[in-house]
């Protein structure tokens, strides 16, 4: 086919070149600034990305604390049946635990979106801006997260 069609086609192989076409059609790299442009962008939110996770982390390890100590306050309390059966309806109020379930929603649903994004930009097979990805995941990973702690998934990838 003579037409020249198959020139619009994605390179799908790995390769080192700053003509991208990354994510809409007016985002083109067509220089080395554009490309490093791009790599800051991409970089960017792989970084937001571990922070969006870090915060759903550290709001689920605030949500156990607190109900810890709630069960603690209950477990020193009186002897007394009446009073702790009306605390523990306290304890796991509907308005908190709704609350913090649509935060916990809404998050999560947010990260799989910059998840889902970064999976477009990695499928640009542009090594340099691959390597961006993975540098501002692990950039945010080193800052907001540390080490994995026991009983995180360590495969988690997205």
């Not at 709001?59 to 109900?67: H, K, M, N, S």
């Amino acid at each position: 086919q003579g037409n020249g069609s198959h020139m619009d086609m994605m390179d799908m192989t790995l390769h080192f070149g700053t003509h991208e076409t990354v994510l809409f059609k007016w985002w083109k790299t067509e220089t080395v600034i554009g490309l490093l442009i791009a790599c800051l962008i991409s970089f960017l939110l792989g970084f937001f990305y571990e922070g969006v996770k870090a915060l759903r982390f550290w709001l689920a390890a605030q949500d156990a604390v607190t109900r810890r100590n709630r069960r603690e306050e209950l477990d020193n309390v009186e002897d007394n049946e009446s009073v702790r059966s009306n605390s523990r309806l306290l304890m796991g109020t509907p308005v908190s635990s709704c609350k913090l379930r649509v935060t916990h929603a809404f998050l999560h649903g947010f990260q799989s979106f910059f998840g889902l994004i970064l999976m477009l930009i990695a499928m640009t097979f542009n090594l340099y801006i691959i390597v961006a990805v993975s540098a501002g995941m692990a950039v945010g990973f080193f800052l907001f997260h540390g080490a994995p702690q026991v009983g995180d998934n360590a495969n988690d990838c997205c």
